[in-house]
C-alpha cells in the first residue's frame, strides 16, 4: 500500500531509496550546512530486486582513472571508520575490509600492457597494487593454473569484501532519526516551470503532487525511465548479471582473491569454504526491469569450465545459491552519470555505475550532498561525470570495468 508523504513541498526528492539515494540522504541531513526537507520515494522497501540487494559487496582500487581509484580510496575509509563518521553512535558496528584483493589474469602482451599502464595511475593515488609474473603469482597462490598468463595484477591493501547491507542499513536508520522521510511509492510524472528550465513537482503512483527544489536520480537501472518523466534521455538500462554460490569438495588453503580471467568470468573468496562467481552472457542485451531470469547454461557450459580450468581444485563443487541481478549500464561509457541536467538545472544524476555503484556509493552520495548544498563539490570534484560529456561525445575511457 502507497504511503503518503507527510508534506506537498521537499527541499530535495530523491527517487529511489537504494545505496545511492540512501547515501544522498545520510550525507544531506550529516552536513550542518543543510538544514532542508528531505523526501526519499522507494518503490520496493524491501529492496529485494534492487541492484544493492545483488551485489558481491567488493571494493577496488584497481582502475585506470585517477578519480576511480580515489573514489574507492574515501569508500575504504569510511568503512573502516564508521562509526567515527556516524557521529561515534555506539550502536554502529565497527566494519573492516577482507582485504583478500583483485586478481587480474592477463593472457596476453596487450592485457598485460594494460596493467602497466594502469598501475601508474594507481600507485600515483597511492594505492599499493603490484604487477605479479606468473612464477610469482604460482608461488603466493599454488591453486591456480597460470600456464596461458602473461602477467597478474593484483592489491591487498583496502581491497576485497566489506559488508555494504550494515553501511546501507545505518545509513537509513540514521537518516530516519535525523529528520529525512522514506515512503513507499513511485514517482510516475514529473512537471516542469514555464520556462523548461527546473521541475516544479513530481506527482506519485497515489496521486499526490509533491513541490521540490531539487529532485535527484537515485533509482538504479531504471534511471532511463525516471529521467523521461522530465524530458531528458539518459543512456543507461538494465543489464542481466548472474551469481553463483559454490561449496568445494576440497577447499582452498587460503583466501581467494577476486579472479578476474580472462574470459571475463569471476570468482572469489566467500567464506567456510564457499565461494562466489559471476559472468553474463555472451549476447549482453538490456533486459526488462522486472526480468531476472536465470540462465542455466551459463554456469554448465561456460563459467564452471573456466573456473575449474583456472583453479583445478574446483572441479568438483556445488552450487548452493544462484541469483541474476542488474547492472545499471551507461552504454556510453560504463562510468557514473552525475551532477545537474545543464539545461533542467534542478534536475540531479545518480546514475549508471555499471557495477561498481556499491563501492562508490559513499563518495557519490558525499558529493551529490555537497552539490545540493553549496552547488558545487568541496570533497572530491566528480565534474568530470557531469552529464554534458554525453552531448559532447568525450566518454571517460576506464579501462578496468568487470
Same mark, same amino acid.
Given at each position: 500500500?502507497?504511503?503518503?508523504?507527510?508534506?506537498?513541498?521537499?527541499?530535495?526528492?530523491?527517487?529511489?531509496?537504494?545505496?545511492?539515494?540512501?547515501?544522498?540522504?545520510?550525507?544531506?541531513?550529516?552536513?550542518?550546512?543543510?538544514?532542508?526537507?528531505?523526501?526519499?520515494?522507494?518503490?520496493?522497501?524491501?529492496?529485494?530486486?534492487?541492484?544493492?540487494?545483488?551485489?558481491?559487496?567488493?571494493?577496488?582500487?584497481?582502475?585506470?582513472?585517477?578519480?576511480?581509484?580515489?573514489?574507492?580510496?574515501?569508500?575504504?575509509?569510511?568503512?573502516?571508520?564508521?562509526?567515527?563518521?556516524?557521529?561515534?553512535?555506539?550502536?554502529?558496528?565497527?566494519?573492516?575490509?577482507?582485504?583478500?584483493?583483485?586478481?587480474? !589474469? =592477463?593472457?596476453?602482451?596487450?592485457? %598485460?600492457?594494460?596493467?602497466?599502464? @594502469?598501475?601508474?595511475?594507481?600507485? +600515483? &593515488?597511492?594505492? *599499493?597494487?603490484?604487477?605479479?609474473?606468473?612464477?610469482?603469482?604460482?608461488?603466493?597462490?599454488?591453486?591456480?593454473?597460470?600456464?596461458?598468463?602473461?602477467?597478474?595484477?593484483?592489491?591487498?591493501?583496502?581491497?576485497?569484501?566489506?559488508?555494504?547491507?550494515?553501511?546501507?542499513?545505518?545509513?537509513?536508520?540514521?537518516?530516519?532519526?535525523?529528520?529525512?522521510?522514506?515512503?513507499?511509492?513511485?514517482?510516475?510524472?514529473?512537471?516542469?516551470?514555464?520556462?523548461?528550465?527546473?521541475?516544479?513537482?513530481?506527482? !506519485? =503512483?497515489?496521486?499526490?503532487?509533491? %513541490?521540490?527544489?531539487?529532485?535527484? @536520480?537515485?533509482?538504479?537501472?531504471? +534511471? &532511463?525511465?525516471? *529521467?523521461?518523466?522530465?524530458?531528458?534521455?539518459?543512456?543507461?538500462?538494465?543489464?542481466?548479471?548472474?551469481?553463483?554460490?559454490?561449496?568445494?569438495?576440497?577447499?582452498?588453503?587460503?583466501?581467494?582473491?577476486?579472479?578476474?580471467?580472462?574470459?571475463?568470468?569471476?570468482?572469489?573468496?566467500?567464506?567456510?569454504?564457499?565461494?562466489?562467481?559471476?559472468?553474463?552472457?555472451?549476447?549482453?542485451?538490456?533486459?526488462?526491469?522486472?526480468?531476472?531470469?536465470?540462465?542455466?547454461?551459463?554456469?554448465?557450459?561456460?563459467?564452471?569450465?573456466?573456473?575449474?580450468?583456472?583453479?583445478?581444485?574446483?572441479?568438483?563443487?556445488?552450487?548452493?545459491?544462484?541469483?541474476?541481478?542488474?547492472?545499471?549500464?551507461?552504454?556510453?561509457?560504463?562510468?557514473?552519470?552525475?551532477?545537474?541536467?545543464?539545461?533542467?538545472?534542478?534536475?540531479?544524476?545518480?546514475?549508471?555505475?555499471?557495477?561498481?555503484?556499491?563501492?562508490?556509493?559513499?563518495?557519490?552520495?558525499?558529493?551529490?550532498?555537497?552539490?545540493?548544498?553549496?552547488?558545487?563539490?568541496?570533497?572530491?570534484?566528480?565534474?568530470?561525470?557531469?552529464?554534458?560529456?554525453?552531448?559532447?561525445?568525450?566518454?571517460?575511457?576506464?579501462?578496468?570495468?568487470?
Amino acid at each position: 500500500m502507497a504511503q503518503v508523504p507527510q508534506h506537498t513541498q521537499y527541499d530535495v526528492v530523491i527517487v529511489g531509496g537504494a545505496i545511492m539515494g540512501a547515501s544522498t540522504a545520510w550525507f544531506l541531513m550529516d552536513n550542518p550546512d543543510f538544514n532542508g526537507r528531505v523526501l526519499v520515494v522507494e518503490r520496493d522497501p524491501t529492496y529485494s530486486q534492487c541492484s544493492t540487494a545483488h551485489t558481491n559487496s567488493c571494493m577496488r582500487q584497481q582502475f585506470s582513472t585517477e578519480l576511480n581509484v580515489r573514489i574507492s580510496q574515501f569508500a575504504a575509509d569510511f568503512v573502516k571508520n564508521i562509526r567515527t563518521y556516524m557521529g561515534g553512535d555506539e550502536r554502529v558496528p565497527e566494519l573492516g575490509i577482507r582485504s583478500f584483493g583483485y586478481m587480474y !589474469l =592477463a593472457d596476453t602482451d596487450a592485457f %598485460a600492457d594494460t596493467l602497466r599502464r @594502469n598501475i601508474k595511475v594507481q600507485h +600515483a &593515488a597511492g594505492a *599499493a597494487t603490484k604487477l605479479m609474473t606468473p612464477d610469482e603469482i604460482k608461488a603466493a597462490y599454488p591453486f591456480y593454473n597460470v600456464d596461458d598468463i602473461v602477467l597478474g595484477s593484483i592489491n591487498t591493501v583496502d581491497e576485497g569484501y566489506w559488508d555494504g547491507a550494515a553501511v546501507f542499513d545505518w545509513w537509513r536508520r540514521q537518516s530516519r532519526e535525523r529528520g529525512v522521510e522514506y515512503i513507499e511509492n513511485e514517482v510516475v510524472a514529473m512537471t516542469r516551470d514555464g520556462s523548461g528550465t527546473r521541475i516544479d513537482s513530481v506527482t !506519485l =503512483a497515489s496521486g499526490e503532487v509533491v %513541490a521540490c527544489g531539487h529532485v535527484v @536520480n537515485a533509482s538504479g537501472p531504471r +534511471a &532511463a525511465r525516471t *529521467a523521461q518523466m522530465a524530458g531528458i534521455d539518459v543512456p543507461v538500462e538494465p543489464r542481466r548479471r548472474y551469481s553463483w554460490v559454490f561449496k568445494a569438495e576440497q577447499p582452498l588453503d587460503r583466501d581467494l582473491p577476486l579472479t578476474i580471467d580472462p574470459s571475463g568470468v569471476h570468482v572469489r573468496e566467500n567464506g567456510g569454504g564457499t565461494y562466489q562467481a559471476g559472468a553474463h552472457s555472451d549476447i549482453d542485451p538490456a533486459v526488462d526491469y522486472s526480468d531476472f531470469a536465470m540462465d542455466h547454461g551459463i554456469w554448465e557450459n561456460h563459467v564452471w569450465p573456466v573456473i575449474a580450468t583456472r583453479i583445478p581444485q574446483f572441479e568438483a563443487i556445488k552450487v548452493t545459491s544462484e541469483w541474476a541481478g542488474h547492472y545499471a549500464m551507461n552504454t556510453f561509457d560504463h562510468n557514473a552519470i552525475t551532477g545537474p541536467h545543464p539545461e533542467v538545472g534542478n534536475f540531479v544524476f545518480l546514475n549508471g555505475f555499471s557495477g561498481h555503484g556499491l563501492q562508490q556509493s559513499p563518495a557519490m552520495g558525499r558529493g551529490t550532498a555537497e552539490w545540493l548544498t553549496y552547488g558545487e563539490y568541496r570533497s572530491l570534484d566528480l565534474t568530470p561525470f557531469a552529464y554534458d560529456r554525453l552531448a559532447t561525445g568525450r566518454p571517460i575511457l576506464e579501462q578496468a570495468v568487470i
